[in-house]
């Protein structure tokens, strides 16, 4: 497998980038109607969601069609231990991504021993199915009805209380909370160790040589994802009040595919941009049925075939923004293993 | 448990070993060939079934055995030359491209596939009533027999057999098989390799439009119909080897007889069995029961 090197810009462009994103999703209660805020508030979500695939399939260059088994175990998590067990939200977020890092832990020690590439992902895939079955049999967590009537929670220390179920204040926290997340998976990519998983991804073997334990690597990672996957997961708990088995369901693992590859895989603010136009298409085709899986397959196909950059990788053709050349992500090195 | 229920549950888990098969096998042909696996296979065979109902609603909708066999083959017609359609968009374009883009390319296909049947046929539940022929069930010595499993059975036999030999000892069968092996070394012989891959994806494709043709009175139509099945089979040529015809034969007979024992054992868990052997034979033997991901 080889593929293009991971684009990010410097990274003190991407904290200015967040911070004025941030800053200026702050005012979207005041000027859009509550639909649209929540809509606005599973684009964070979903953003988070897209960024922590990408860290495995855009740096790393490994496919996963399982991320939703994390995603659903950090909803459930969290919808568990606030519902039964009355523990206060923050440290029900903190132990939902725990939750996830240990199931992604468990999955990625027997999956990135034994497999790559597509059986990788579809490995993945059954373990996912398996997670969706398992949560929709079982009574503790409501079975294919899931967990309804979810409260949003109240947070305080001592004198200062905040109740976030008021107004659009979960909203705010929701992208205080992405913000924090997105910023300490941009901070990943950063270190030494993200620097380390794209020379993986560019070559493997040569990583190893290099003395790069190439299989602990990619599990750091995978584990690292399912983590903030699973926070991600647990954020969507209180937001939509319901969770259901349909977020462990392989389809939903396909969503950061579509964020990721519709945005720009080699860039990392291409989740993010993905996620965004998804949810635009998903709006605007919300009244005709089968109308948004047309025009998603259609995008998908088109990125895939004709702009393997994406979204991202067509503004930078046009603009002249890229600082390294992209090159061509889909073309393979060595020609002619297959057809 | 007596035997008659033993045989039931024999005859339901071979129903659902052929039916599964019918749709693995033109996955696995065209992945043996061309190295892509399909994730929009399953769409196409939803396609077809979908075709197949119109198809015998127009022409009067009548309940003869002719016509259904005839609304079969015409979904794989059909469904065939989309494939030819597909092919020169879409397949054709993958050659070279990075194995997990493919997956991703097919399975924004798959998309297309469900967006277009639910905006032709819409989200409503269809149900075709088997031809009459087929219609009931023997009860040999206490054992329900339906008489569209058995016809289920024998066409997933037929086809298999039907494939083996066109594959092993037909001229053009082997160019297939040649081309799998070494399509660089074909291509130096001479042989149109473009056409021939061209010809299979027409092949394997048939097979889906005629699985959903012969399979429509098997299960109610709906647009999750292309995902259940596509699943089902993965996990079948996975277990069989894939790109191994034989291998997705054996592979669909064993999850099938695995499923049946896990509902015997488990009955509050559907599908678990599947998945469980799924991913126990993935991680201890990927390449499969059989075969090295050629036939």
Redesign the interface.
């Known amino acids: ?3 293009t090197s991971f684009i990010g810009g410097g990274s003190r462009r991407d904290w200015v980038i967040l911070a004025v994103v941030m800053g200026a999703a702050m005012f979207v209660p005041n000027v859009l109607n509550r639909g649209l805020v929540f809509i606005a508030g599973m684009i964070w979500i979903n953003a988070v969601f897209g960024l922590s695939f990408n860290l495995l ?1 855009g740096l790393s260059g490994v ?1 996963s ?1 399982g991320q939703a088994m994390f995603f659903a175990a950090g909803a459930y998590a969290a919808a568990v231990l606030t519902q039964h067990f009355g523990i206060p939200f923050l440290p029900a977020l903190l132990l939902s991504a725990v939750v996830g890092a240990v199931l992604s832990g468990l999955v990625g020690i ?2 990135l021993r ?2 790559e ?3 990788f ?3 993945t ?3 996912a ?2 997670m969706h ?2 949560v929709a ?1 079982t009574a503790l967590l409501g079975r294919n009805d899931g967990l309804s009537g979810l409260q949003r929670p109240r947070l305080g220390v001592g004198a200062l209380q905040i109740d976030l179920a008021a107004g659009d204040n979960f909203y705010y926290f929701i992208v205080l909370a992405c913000g924090l997340l997105i910023a300490l998976i941009r901070w990943v990519i950063d270190t030494p160790f993200g620097r380390a998983l794209q020379a993986v991804k560019q070559d493997p073997d040569r990583a190893e040589f290099l003395g790069i334990p190439v299989r602990l690597h990619r599990l750091l990672i995978f584990v690292f994802a399912g983590a903030t996957t699973a926070a991600a997961g647990a954020l969507v708990a209180p937001w939509a009040q319901i969770v259901t088995p349909e977020l462990a369901h ?2 939903n693992s ?1 969503n950061p ?1 579509l964020y990721t ?1 519709l945005g720009g895989s080699a860039y990392f603010w291409g989740p993010v941009l993905g996620a965004v136009a998804l949810s635009a298409v998903f709006y605007l085709t919300r009244t ?11 995008l ?2 088109v990125v ?2 004709a702009l ?1 950059g994406g979204m991202l990788g067509l503004l930078s053709r046009w603009t002249g923004w890229r600082r390294r050349p992209v090159g061509a ?4 090195t060595s ?2 293993t ?2 | 448990m007596q035997a008659a229920d033993i045989a039931t549950l024999l005859v339901n888990s071979l129903t659902w070993a052929m039916a599964t098969f019918l749709v693995a096998a033109g996955l696995t042909l065209v992945f043996g060939t ?2 892509i ?1 399909n994730f929009s296979h399953g769409g196409f065979f939803m396609i077809g079934a979908y075709a197949a109902y119109s198809l015998t609603n127009s022409l009067g909708g009548s309940t003869s055995m002719a016509l259904y066999l005839f609304g079969a083959l015409a979904a794989g017609v059909l469904v065939a030359l989309l494939g030819i359609v597909i092919d020169r968009l ?1 397949l054709r ?9 493919v ?3 097919t ?13 032709i046929w ?2 409503n539940y269809h149900t075709v009533a088997p031809p009459v022929a087929l219609d009931g069930a023997w009860m040999p010595l206490n054992a329900v027999v339906p008489k569209l499993s058995v016809f289920i059975i024998a066409a997933g036999a037929v086809v298999f057999v039907l494939l083996e030999f066109f594959l092993n000892r037909t001229g053009p069968g082997r160019l297939v098989k040649a081309i799998a092996a070494d ?2 070394m074909a291509r130096l012989l001479g042989i149109n ?1 473009r056409l021939v ?1 061209t010809a299979t994806v027409a092949i394997g494709f048939a097979l889906a439009g005629l699985a959903g043709g012969l399979l429509v009175s098997n299960q109610s139509l709906s ?1 999750t119909l292309a ?1 259940a099945f596509v ?1 089902q089979a ?2 079948v040529i ?1 277990i069989g080897g894939m790109g191994s015809i034989a291998g997705a034969f054996v592979g669909s007979i064993l999850l099938g007889l695995i499923d049946a024992v896990g509902q015997w054992v488990m009955p ?2 559907p ?2 069995p599947f ?2 052997a ?2 126990l034979i ?3 033997r ?1 390449q499969g029961l059989m075969g090295k991901g050629k036939y």
């Open positions: 497998m080889s593929a399939f496919l069609f027997v999956a034994r497999s590439g597509v059986y992902a579809i490995l895939l059954a373990f199915e398996l079955l398992l049999n392989w389809s396909t595919i590859l005709l049925v089968g109308m948004s899986d047309m025009a998603t397959g259609m998908l196909l895939v075939l393997p992500p889909l073309a393979k020609g002619g297959s057809a | 061309l190295h696996l879409v374009r993958l050659a070279g491209v990075e194995d997990a883009y997956l991703i390319a399975y924004a296909l798959l998309l297309v596939c469900e967006g277009s049947t639910k905006l819409g989200l399509p660089w390799v891959y647009p995902s699943i993965f996990g996975i509050g868990l599908g678990l998945f469980i799924m991913t993935l991680l201890l990927p």
